[in-house]
């Protein structure tokens, strides 16, 4: 990875999303090499403390990915995500995150090639933005 390659920390369903990843994998779908796979077992479970310390620790982008809506193997677990995310939002504006460095996604098991088409799309954009404003700022 460059020096100019944004990091992304993503947090992945285990029956959605992550599948999809391991299936862009065996499928030889080329995808940049920043990101920084976590393995949930839902989308519902990423405490918004996850979210923050990822960009307290150097994170330029943070993506959670998790099943459709309606498709949960929680039954709701995608929905409480949808909800602590438009939270976050807010309160990541307040260290000057935009909302465009905290992405959700859906993205069912079979969608090897969406999950191949979010993350060079998210690498892109965080291309374009920049370093996050709390690289660099903050002493561990």
């Not at 100019?4 to 779908?29: H, K, M, Q, Y």
């Not at 307040?94 to 465009?100: M, R």
């Not at 079979?110 to 374009?128: A, C, P, R």
Request: glycine letters at 10%; hydrophobic letters at 40%; one cysteine or more.
């Amino acid at each position: 990875m460059s020096a100019n390659e944004p990091t992304i920390v993503a947090f992945l369903c285990n029956w959605c999303t992550f599948t999809a990843a391991d299936l862009a994998g065996t499928s030889r779908l080329s995808y940049p090499s920043n990101v920084k796979i976590i393995r949930m077992m839902c989308s519902g479970m990423v405490d918004p403390k996850y979210v923050i310390k990822a960009f307290l620790e150097g994170a330029d982008g943070v993506l959670i990915g998790g099943c459709w809506p309606g498709d949960c193997h929680y039954i709701n677990g995608n929905y409480k995500a949808r909800r602590r995310v438009a939270l976050l939002t807010e309160i990541l504006k307040q260290f000057g995150i935009g909302e465009d460095r905290l992405w959700l996604r859906w993205v069912a098991a079979s969608e090897g090639n969406m999950f191949q088409e979010v993350i060079t799309d998210m690498t892109k954009q965080l291309k374009e933005l920049g370093p996050s404003p709390l690289k660099g700022r903050l002493v561990a």
